[in-house]
């Protein structure tokens, strides 16, 4: 079982920045295929924000966040960051951070964390 705690959520004004980290515990190895933030906003659906291959280090964006927010992890740790830069109000929302197992639907993450709640004022 794999248990998924983020942490780094806050409120900033628009044009700043916070660090996300999601900290896998596991009771053995811990080698995932992919693992991913994703956000909710009051009101609207879940969404894609970033994705990295476990492995690889292989970096993945929605386009409302290429160029500000950059996805990397650490290994040793066992913890993937979201830095996210240059932060607007439309960026307020819920951050999960998911973790997708080998051999799955690209489509389907397996471990979901509590979530953190980030707030940019304007």
């Known amino acids: 079982q794999v248990q998924l705690v983020e942490s780094g959520g806050g409120l900033v004004q628009a044009g700043g920045s916070l660090r996300l980290s999601c900290l896998a515990s596991?009771?053995?190895?811990?080698?995932?295929?992919?693992l991913g933030w994703f956000r909710q906003a009051p009101g609207k659906e879940r969404e894609f924000v970033a994705a990295?291959?476990?492995?690889?280090?292989?970096?993945y964006y929605a386009d409302s966040v290429k160029g500000r927010f950059t996805i990397s992890r650490d290994i040793a740790k066992r913890t993937v960051y979201l830095q996210m830069n240059s932060l607007k109000p439309e960026d307020t929302a819920i951050y999960y951070c998911?973790?997708?197992?080998?051999?799955?639907?690209?489509?389907?993450?397996?471990?979901w964390g509590q979530g953190t709640q980030v707030t940019v004022s304007s």
């Open positions: 998911a973790a997708q197992s080998w051999g799955v639907s690209p489509s389907r993450y397996d471990y």
């Open positions: 990295i291959i476990w492995s690889s280090s292989s970096p």
């Open positions: 596991v009771g053995g190895a811990f080698s995932p295929y992919r």
